[in-house]
């Protein structure tokens, strides 16, 4: 079946540097647009990042532009989210999902990024 | 940047009632807009795009309607499962932004 899952989430210092991983299965990877969705404890849903099916085609929301890259792997059916200079307010559980004209059908079951010291 | 508003925060509600959500947009997003059902610990599931129509596997008893920049999302008649919280997400525009949610609890 269709399904997604991330890794690579953690505890982390402010400044520091994380990667997220995303393991796609079920569907033709490189046929899809993917993203990147987070939720702070306890807060509503924010939309971080899009990447398309071939990569040429990425979009950053502002509270990440600079500091955050997105990239995919089409052989490894995976997606990726470097994050850098970590803030606190950056902390919150990540999600990869794939959008199908403009709506988010499959998420995973998310990865926790905390930035604290 | 286009703002969802979602209203109540809170809805308390007896299982078997009836009860509406609703989501406004702070410019027009014609009838791009979603609903997602997200329960504790779990990812959101998407429940309703292009304003009205149901994913796969969600039950009639949700139903959405709406366009330009008021939406509703319709529950006809609670069931336990349905306690969680309830997130619109606009596809109009880049970026794509979501309300802040309404939790829907048992009254």
């Known amino acids: 079946q269709v399904q997604v899952v991330e890794s690579g989430g953690g505890l982390v210092k402010p400044g520091g540097s994380l990667r997220l991983s995303c393991a796609a299965s079920?569907?033709?990877?490189?046929?899809?647009?993917m993203s990147w969705i987070r939720q702070a404890p306890g807060k509503g849903l924010e939309w971080v990042s899009y990447i398309s099916g071939s990569g040429s085609t990425i979009y950053y929301a502002d509270s990440v532009k600079g500091r955050f890259t997105i990239s995919r792997d089409n052989a490894k059916n995976s997606l990726y989210l470097q994050m850098n200079s970590l803030r606190v307010e950056d902390t919150a559980v990540y999600y990869c999902?794939?959008?199908?004209?403009?709506?988010?059908?499959?998420w995973g079951q998310g990865t926790m990024v905390t930035v604290s010291s | 940047e286009i703002v969802m508003t979602q209203s109540p925060a809170t809805l308390s509600v007896s299982p078997g009632e009836r009860t509406t959500l609703s989501c406004r947009a702070s410019?027009?997003?014609?009838?791009?807009l979603a609903w997602y059902q997200q329960k504790p610990g779990q990812a959101p599931r998407l429940l309703i795009y292009g304003a009205s129509t149901r994913a796969t596997g969600v039950p009639a008893r949700f139903s959405g309607s709406g366009s330009v920049t008021e939406f509703t999302l319709t529950i006809s008649s609670l069931q336990s499962e349905d306690f969680a919280v309830y997130y619109c997400q606009q596809f109009h525009n880049w970026p794509r932004t979501f309300g802040q949610g309404t939790k829907v609890e048992i009254k």
């Open positions: 999902a794939r959008p199908r004209a403009g709506v988010f059908d499959t």
């Open positions: 079920g569907f033709t990877f490189s046929d899809y647009y």
């Open positions: 410019q027009s997003v014609s009838s791009n």
